[in-house]
């Protein structure tokens, strides 16, 4: 069956998943503009915990966990490890 398909064709899933991640990553990064978070870390100058980013940020801990997680998978932050937190 796969024979009688065009490369366009056969590349037309991989297309739809690039629409997709392009759509995730630009909502994380507009989901984190929108609660400040960068204007929060820049302010501070320092690692915050999603703890405490949440506390400012008037979030839950576990959304903004989320948040930072999917911030870091897409290379946009970093994780920075103190005292095994």
Sequence with gaps: ????????????PFKLLE?????????V???????????LLLKSQEAMSAQHMAQE???SVDG?????DALVGI???EVER???T
Excluded: P, W
Aim: with cysteine; charged share 25%; glycine share 8%.
């Design 1 to 12: 069956m796969a024979e009688h398909l065009s490369q366009s064709e056969l590349d037309y």
């Design 19 to 27: 629409y997709f991640n392009g759509f995730r990553v630009s909502k």
């Design 29 to 39: 990064i507009f989901s984190a503009c929108e609660l400040g978070v960068f204007d």
């Design 57 to 59: 940020l008037g979030t």
């Design 64 to 68: 903004m966990e989320r948040l930072l």
């Design 75 to 77: 290379e946009i932050l």
């Design 82 to 84: 103190a005292e095994g």
